[in-house]
């Protein structure tokens, strides 16, 4: 397909959806709920618009896909036509609709298909705008997020330039895979010709708690995790350490910053190390969580408690010693990663998975680098990962009703 006849079916199938808005009658597979066989978690949905974008503090869901994109055109008005077109499809799909379009049979139809049935399943679809996209055409005389930079090297990084960095993501999380990967299909759909796919990586598993309400999960390692990470009910604390709030542009004023890191975990090895190895490389025990010392989950982690040998019962180069905000001046992220299998490394024969890790912090150098920078030096669980690809991506605020991603971007 020409990229004006792609552009002439992305036109159609936007102003197909004003109309359809106001024409209900021009119905499109799975606009009214099905009963789900699944239940409640199926049919229950989250705002798409509101100050905040959804799928940062959202209670985590059980799935992700994530794409990244690179610009493909040197036109601002079809990039901010398709931007536009991506926050009204994900408005749809998030309230388990399909994408908006009429059903003519000539055409391809709007929406790919697969989710029809299926209903919301907490969809949540999230933009990120990487350091590219200010180098591209369409970007260039926009103005950058001053903390949006690359993040730098780390010891022990082995990245691959085409799993990382990206002009674009899209964060799509819902209680059902095909749910995710379905929002993403139509997301990479629609922007044909003017933005072309450069990773895509599904994850399972939800390996925090973003709510108090959450149980935590077990990541890869078997461990309990997300025991300890800032909540949607953590207060001032998600001011203080998660929403942009004065810097500019003002698209990002109510916004954060993600960051992406692939980390494969050398299961093999881990799973080959005794459990005492493995509970002083996290400083938590496997079954309970409770940190080591301690009797539950929740209890507070006390890095001063001594042993008997008189030493420190979380050793030194535990994971959530080197973590610590008490080690790091204080800083704090809100984690939201997901668990991954993606077949077989190549070079050792092994499982190729581990964590999609993902946080959300108001600043990428100082919060995530300055972390990941101590645990790459001193983290005992360091020498179990392998770290293959990195993101950094500034999250606009949140979309009020009938605005758009394009709209958003390139006010003028
Ligand atoms: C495969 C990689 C990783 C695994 C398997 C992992 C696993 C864990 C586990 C099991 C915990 C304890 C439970 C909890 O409090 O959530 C934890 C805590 C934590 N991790 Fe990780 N983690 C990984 C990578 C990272 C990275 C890259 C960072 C940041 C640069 C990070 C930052 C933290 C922080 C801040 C805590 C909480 C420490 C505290 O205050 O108690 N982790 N992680």
Not at 293 to 302: F, W, Y
Request: hydrophobic share 35%.
């Amino acid at each position: 397909m020409s990229e004006d006849q792609t552009f002439r079916l992305s036109r159609r199938a936007f102003f197909g959806s004003s109309a359809f808005a106001s024409l209900g009658a021009l119905s499109v597979m799975g606009a009214e709920l099905p009963a789900s066989p699944a239940g409640a978690m199926q049919n229950s949905s989250i705002p798409f618009y509101g100050s905040h974008q959804a799928g940062l503090t959202t209670p985590a869901q059980e799935n992700l896909a994530f794409a990244t994109f690179d610009i493909a055109t040197t036109s601002v008005a079809r990039l901010r036509l398709m931007l536009n077109q991506w926050s009204t499809s994900a408005a749809a799909m998030t309230e388990g609709r399909s994408i908006p379009g009429d059903s003519s049979l000539s055409f391809p139809p709007s929406d790919t298909g697969e989710a029809v049935g299926r209903g919301p399943a907490n969809l949540t679809v999230t933009l990120g705008i990487g350091p590219s996209f200010f180098s591209s055409p369409p970007g260039r005389m926009r103005a950058k997020p001053g903390a949006l930079v690359e993040l730098p090297a780390f010891p022990g990084d082995q990245l691959d330039p085409q799993a990382s960095g990206g002009a674009l993501c899209i964060q799509a999380c819902a209680d059902d895979p095909q749910v995710s990967f379905h929002a993403v299909h139509n997301l990479v759909r629609q922007g044909l010709g003017v933005v072309t796919l450069r990773n895509l990586q599904l994850g399972f598993g939800r390996t925090s708690n973003t709510t108090v309400n959450q149980e935590s999960q077990r990541n890869l390692l078997g461990f309990k995790d997300g025991s300890n990470n800032l909540m949607a009910n953590s207060g001032t604390a998600l001011d203080h350490y998660v929403w942009v709030d004065q810097e500019q542009p003002s698209w990002m004023k109510g916004g954060s910053y993600l960051v992406a890191r692939r980390i494969r975990i050398r299961l093999e090895q881990w799973t080959s190390s005794s459990l005492q190895a493995q509970q002083d490389a996290i400083g938590r025990a496997k079954e309970s969580g409770a940190p080591l010392g301690g009797k539950s989950e929740h209890d507070p982690v006390n890095l001063s408690v001594s042993g008997s040998h008189g030493l420190p019962v979380i050793p030194e180069g535990a994971h959530i010693r080197v973590a610590a905000p008490s080690q790091n001046k204080g800083v704090r992220i809100l984690r939201r990663g997901y668990n991954y299998a993606d077949g077989i490394d190549p070079v050792s024969g092994e499982i190729d998975a581990g964590l999609f890790f993902i946080s959300f912090q108001k600043d990428p150098i100082s919060q995530f680098a300055a972390l990941q920078h101590q645990l790459s030096l001193g983290d005992k669980l360091h020498s179990y990962l392998v770290h293959t690809s990195s993101g950094v991506y500034a999250c606009p605020r949140g979309l009020v009703q009938g605005q758009g991603w394009g709209a958003q971007l390139f006010a003028s």
